[in-house]
């Protein structure tokens, strides 16, 4: 009997995944510690002092000041210990690590968990989508880092949390349109208010480009809904709606050295010849309940689930016997959620704070390739089934040793099932396979708060990443689960210090980790080019980060920050046989920064800013042969409020790369055909007007 894909997922999703609740977001500012799914140790009160982690806060006023507006890229940049770089290449999405975790990326976003109201972005096999966030909307970003951030499941590198803000008291009707080099266009429509008890915000855009690169147009449409409802004094629910549909978006494919200096905006042959490009529909649900009881207790609840299909052209046929197509085709559910419970109590006449919940994630996916035959789909050379099952449960909880002393401690615990059955058996063998990851990470951190201005602290915690099943997927010798790729453990150390006064914010850790079996790029699949992966022995990072913010006169401030990051292998010996021990992991620059001197004279809608960026040189390959050599650049922003009545206008305008600087923005880490670079573009502008109504 003939069943379709989507049949054949449902049948396989277990009932459980329409039954388990999940942790709500909507926590509130003044709560230290609050449930995982959203806040992570507190959120909202950026001068809490308390926390023993590294923590910083993009706002909305800069998520939403003059730029595109589209890419996540734009704001976290300024957030130390982040790599965060746009690869003008709309098919592959952005390239963001954290530490070091994730830089091998291809695809996606790896070793960093990517949350939004609660809801997780990130598959349960670890792999997000950053084009997920809804800009728009966001009130704030929050990223952290550390030790502690390894109870919240199965990434090393941290978190990275989305806020919606509450839709304004009158409703709010609001348009920003930009236009800017390469044929870029983006605009939005957003509306907000508050009906009663029910808090409205809503919105739609679509950006289009041809891009930097030949090959590389692009149209991307998103829609977001968010209603919130106050059910009363003490419990509280929340529906979020997110779509996106990305069609037929061009791949321009890596350039090898001697490309990027014949012609640095093309595309190679096999871009043009095998048609590279990459189609994405994207839409989830999710809903989110909370009430706090009699006794202080806080229940919250959260359920949410989607659907993605995407479909790639890559840039070979994929017709051997066991290459398993050029074209990918998926067709994708997920879903999960969480049950949190917190209490304030006293113990050992301690005050205490717990909190500890369960949690359950499902994905589901039909994959199939087909022969590439120069830009067409030809015939089946892949059919197979994917579904990953996370269970999780975890006890998080804060002492208040002293008035000054705090402690965090907590473990979760994390049952991570890979399962993929093979429907594809002409080429006369069966490719299914499991998997099942079994971990328990604890950590520790304490909290000394010197001073009212000051404090002090060291956080300890062991983190674990499994490989997607993007990585799973394929074998060096063909199609077919990868069994032999394992899971990557990392040992987490960090010692850091906050201060805050009036006009000065300063934060600085310095951080050590120790990974075994790091997932890496490994040999490309022999005939295709297709990266396989494997596990490095071990490796080390170590540390530091800085950052500075201070509020001079007469409106005007300044921003610095600065990371420090030595990431070497210890011990790994490749599938070919080399040695890399000794040498620098790829993709992680040494040196990074951020700097920005901003004006904004007190009551006169104008405001501009001269930014500087850059980092040191970056090595492509494991062997440390090629490389990308550092580069710093400038930028300028401008942008001006003028109220009329009911209606602000907000026009503004952007110019990046004043100097006309050619460098790479980003490396394809071991690519292969040595195509490592993406380049950067020179020097590139933009224009925008934003119109708000406002009905009182």
């Given amino acids: 009997m003939c069943t379709t894909s989507s049949e ?7 009932l459980a995944l329409a039954l388990t609740l999940a942790l709500l977001p909507q926590a509130h500012a003044q709560d230290r510690l609050s449930l995982p799914a959203q806040i992570i140790l507190g959120g909202g009160d950026d001068q809490d002092l308390q ?25 976290l940049q300024r ?39 609660g809801i997780p972005l990130t598959m349960p096999d670890g792999q997000g989508q950053p084009a997920l966030f809804d800009l728009d909307g966001l009130q704030r970003i929050e990223v952290l880092r550390g030790p502690l951030t390894t109870l919240y499941g199965n990434a090393s590198g941290g978190i990275i949390q989305g806020y919606t803000g509450e839709a304004p008291f009158y409703p709010t009707l609001d348009n920003r349109t930009v236009i800017g080099s390469d044929g870029l266009w983006r605009s939005r429509l957003r509306y907000g208010g508050q009906h009663g008890d029910l808090n409205i915000s809503a919105n739609v855009s679509r950006l289009e480009t041809d891009g930097y690169r030949d090959h590389s147009d692009t149209r991307r449409d998103i829609a977001n809904l968010r209603l919130g409802w106050d059910i009363d004094d003490d419990s509280s629910l929340t ?33 043009y010849t095998f048609d590279t490009r990459k189609s994405v529909r994207h839409n989830q649900v999710g809903l989110n309940y909370q009430r706090r009881l009699a006794n202080d207790d806080q229940l919250t609840a959260m359920v949410y689930g989607g659907e993605r299909d995407m479909q790639q052209f890559l840039a070979f046929p994929g017709s051997g016997a066991t290459a398993g197509g050029g074209v990918v085709e998926l067709d994708r559910r997920f879903g999960g959620g969480e049950l949190g419970w917190q209490r304030e109590t006293r113990m050992f006449e ?65 049952r991570v099932e890979f399962d993929s059955d093979d429907d594809y058996l002409d080429d006369g063998q069966d490719d299914s396979g499991r998997m099942s990851v079994h971990r328990t990470n604890p950590a520790l951190g304490l909290n000394w708060q010197w001073s009212s201005e000051m404090s002090l602290y060291a956080a300890f915690g062991q983190g674990f990443e499994t490989p997607t099943f993007q990585e799973l997927a394929y074998r060096p010798d063909g199609a077919g689960m990868n069994q032999a790729l394992k899971p990557s453990l990392s040992r987490n150390a960090e010692v850091g210090l906050k201060w805050r006064r009036e006009n000065t914010r300063l934060d600085l850790a310095l951080f050590h980790s120790r990974v075994k079996d790091e997932i890496v790029t490994g040999t490309n699949q022999l005939g295709t080019g297709r990266s396989t992966y ?3 022995g071990r490796s080390t990072r170590r540390g530091m980060e800085l950052s500075i913010e201070q509020q001079f006169a007469a409106g005007l401030s300044g921003y610095l920050a600065y990371t420090w990051l030595q990431a070497e292998y210890d011990r790994f010996v490749d599938g070919d046989g080399a040695n890399h021990a000794g040498n620098d992991l790829p993709g992680i620059p040494r040196h990074s920064f951020f700097a920005e001197l901003a004006w904004q004279p007190q009551d006169s809608g104008f405001a501009t800013a001269i930014e500087a960026q850059g980092m040191s040189q970056r090595y492509a390959t494991d062997d440390n042969q090629h490389k990308a050599s550092g580069y710093t650049v400038f930028n300028w922003r401008a942008g001006y409020q003028y109220p009329v009545g009911n209606l602000s206008l907000e026009p503004f305008a952007r110019l990046d790369n004043i100097t006309d600087r050619e460098y790479i923005g980003s490396l394809i880490v071991n690519g292969s055909g040595g195509r490592y670079y993406e380049p950067a573009p020179e020097r590139s502008w933009l224009v925008g007007l934003g119109l708000q109504y406002q009905w009182r």
Avoid: C
């Avoid at 709309?90 to 695809?107: E, K, P, T, V």
């Avoid at 529906?239 to 978006?249: C, Y």
């Fill in 350 to 414: 301690l005050p205490v704070t717990f909190a500890a919940g369960l949690a359950y994630n499902y994905q589901g996916e039909e994959r199939k390739g087909f022969v590439n035959a120069n830009g067409s789909k030809g015939g089946l050379q892949r059919d197979e089934f994917n579904r990953v099952d996370s269970q999780e449960a975890y006890l998080i909880s804060t002492w208040q040793l002293a008035p000054r002393w705090e402690l965090v401690a907590g473990m979760r615990y994390n």
């Fill in 79 to 117: 957030v130390p210990g982040l790599v965060a770089l746009n690869r003008q290449n709309y098919a592959q999405d952005l390239q963001i690590s954290s530490r070091g975790f994730g830089a091998r990326a291809q695809f996606g976003v790896r070793g960093v968990r990517l949350v939004q109201d």
């Fill in 51 to 75: 926390l023993p982690l590294a923590r910083h806060t993009v706002s909305g006023q800069q998520l939403n000041g003059p730029n595109l507006g589209a890419n996540l890229s734009e704001s």
């Fill in 534 to 536: 494997t596990n490095a």
């Fill in 239 to 271: 529906l979020l709606i997110n779509s996106l549909d990305q069609p037929d978006t061009q791949d321009p494919l890596g350039l090898t050295a001697e490309q990027v200096r014949a012609d640095r905006r093309q595309a190679p042959p096999q871009a």
């Fill in 8 to 14: 054949r997922i449902l049948r396989r999703t277990p």
